[in-house]
């Protein structure tokens, strides 16, 4: 009976942690989250402080002491809507959306090709993908001037839509395919021996599954063309300009116009911030989709 008695007892007092263990995890765990914080609100000060600045006078904005108490005034978005904000959104709103939409119907059958349905020298099609984001854009747009001019498209939305197309697909291939990749090939071999063509596969079966990391995918497609700014600034000019372009407005030989920049800039992140706000659930799902099996 003593030996029954305890082995129990031992078997408790070796499982229980000790208490200062414990403690220390506990402390530990609390100054993880105090710098998680403290690194946060770092990151989002600047833009915190952009949208205070937006509701500033000039004099308010301007001033070599920061002012954090202030009588808040729409006048600066007055100002950046009578500046003619309203076509250059559009254009990005354009660009955007159907740059994205092209990546996406060009992407995914792509990626399901090097991917679940691998061709011949798959790693040399990837890597062929990835490299035309090694050329530096600079390099390239005295060719695409030439070439933009000749066929008439300078100043033209849809020039905009083909490039921001052809910038985006490398990097939507690659991460639709890393999607496609966790889909069991089990769930293909039934569809197959059930008959299914190799599109209602897809259509059915594999695009449902990896819709968060579409998703994912097409965010980070539609943050990169809407931030855009190289192409645009040069092959555009009083018709088909962006957001970034409109921004560059209010950097003059007299200097810069914070309060109204500031308010011009809120208002070129606030649809993007919007998307991602909308999009949030869909985009965790997609960036941590396969990471746990």
């Known amino acids: 009976m003593a030996v029954t008695t305890g082995t129990p007892s031992d078997t ?24 998680a914080w403290v690194v946060g609100i770092a990151f989002f000060f600047p833009v915190l402080w952009m949208v205070l600045t937006s ?15 202030f009588e808040p005034t729409l006048e600066q978005y007055e100002g950046v809507f009578a500046a003619g904000v309203g076509p250059y959104l559009v254009n990005s709103v354009i660009a955007t959306v159907f740059s994205t939409l092209f990546v996406l119907l060009l992407g995914i059958p792509a990626a399901f090709a090097v991917s679940l349905r691998p061709v011949k020298k798959t ?9 035309t984001k090694m050329l530096p854009v600079v390099a390239v747009i005295v060719p695409i ?9 300078l100043d033209n939305i849809w020039t905009l839509v083909v ?17 496609f990749l966790e889909v069991p090939g ?55 300009g962006t957001m970034p372009v409109f921004l560059v407005g209010f950097i003059t030989s007299e200097g810069l116009y914070w309060a109204q920049l ?3 800039a809120t208002m070129a992140a606030l649809p993007v911030v919007i998307a991602g706000w909308v999009a949030q659930n869909k985009l965790v799902q997609g960036l941590s989709f396969g990471a746990v099996k």
Not at 163 to 178: F, K
Not at 193 to 213: F, N
Request: proline share 7%; glycine share 4%.
């Open 55 to 69: 509701f500033k006078q000039e004099t308010d904005a301007y001033t070599p002491t920061p002012k954090i108490i």
């Open 145 to 153: 001037y030439v070439v933009v001019n000749q066929i008439g498209m």
């Open 262 to 264: 500031s308010a011009a």
């Open 186 to 240: 089990e769930l293909l071999e039934q569809a197959s021996i059930d008959g299914a063509p190799l599109w209602r596969t897809l259509r059915e079966i594999v695009l449902p599954i990896i819709s968060p990391g579409i998703f994912a995918t097409a965010l980070i497609c539609v943050i990169f063309a809407w931030n855009e700014f190289f192409f645009a600034v040069n092959l555009t000019a009083a018709n088909a």
């Open 163 to 179: 490039l921001y197309t052809g910038m985006n697909l490398p990097i939507a291939v690659w991460m639709l395919r890393s999607f």
């Open 12 to 35: 408790q007092e070796t499982a229980a942690p000790p208490e200062p263990r414990r403690q220390k995890r506990s402390a530990a765990n609390v100054w993880l989250g105090v710098v």
């Open 123 to 131: 790693q040399d099609v990837l890597f062929f993908f990835i490299s």
